[in-house]
């Protein structure tokens, strides 16, 4: 089975700047999950799909961060313009809706390491 | 809000030393419990988890984790460390919506094991 696909990897950009991510979530997937982690925290969710609505944005800084899901399976999140603090890794992760217990867990994609300078 | 707290930053054990992490968690209602680990050059992977029932859970890899409701805590153990356990740990805690598990993470604790 596939996992979570991320893309880029790694991204440098200087600070001002646009910038997105892209990740595209195990198939039958219909839950998908943006988070941050900063260096040396933990993760922190910043947004919840369900199929291509939101579902809980609410630690998402909608001044500067957007996100879409628009045919509910991958999903862009954009931050513009970039700030300095905004350095972290931003991981996707994704979970069954249904299908009883196994709608508890996430599964997590590689993360996209972006550095602003 | 949730919140998480894990007590120890950066553990160094050596190889066959017992380990205990702690995790600590702020919230009122019914939550999940996770620990999640992060091997080197990896991606977070699911070591264990209780949603409810008896409150010793076993994971993989020889990792266990005991939830008690009255201290908030859920600690993960492992009898006898390996090297190949060097890795982050996380603590998560999940309160549940239509759509899934919202997570909370606490802050990690880095293990290193000595050989």
């Known amino acids: 089975e596939a996992g979570v696909a991320q893309s880029p990897r790694y991204k440098i950009i200087e600070k001002r700047q646009s910038v997105a991510f892209w990740c595209n979530p195990i198939s039958g997937h219909a839950t998908l999950y943006w988070y941050q982690q900063i260096l040396g925290q933990g993760p922190k969710l910043l947004i919840q799909f369900q199929n291509n609505g939101v579902v809980d944005d609410s630690q998402l800084p909608k001044d500067r961060f957007s996100a879409e899901r628009l045919k509910g399976v991958d999903s862009t999140l954009k931050i513009q313009p970039a700030k300095l603090e905004d350095s972290a890794v931003y991981l996707c992760a994704s979970s069954f809706r249904d299908y009883g217990l196994l709608r508890y867990e996430q599964y997590f994609g590689p993360g996209t390491r972006l550095t602003v300078t | ?115």
Request: glycine content about 10%.
């Open chain 2, 1 to 115: 809000a949730q919140s998480v707290s894990q007590h120890n930053h950066h553990v160094i054990l050596s190889e066959a030393a017992s380990l205990e992490l702690g995790c600590n968690y702020s919230y009122g209602g019914t939550v999940n419990l996770f620990w999640y680990v992060q091997y080197p050059g990896q991606h977070l992977q699911l070591l264990l988890k209780y949603f409810s029932g008896d409150p010793l859970v076993k994971g993989i890899k020889g990792f266990e984790a005991e939830f008690i409701k009255s201290k908030f805590s859920f600690n993960l153990r492992k009898p006898s460390v390996q090297w190949s356990d060097t890795a982050e740990y996380f603590c998560a805690v999940g309160v549940l919506n239509n759509a899934g598990n919202m997570l909370t993470f606490g802050g990690g604790t880095r293990l290193m094991v000595k050989p």
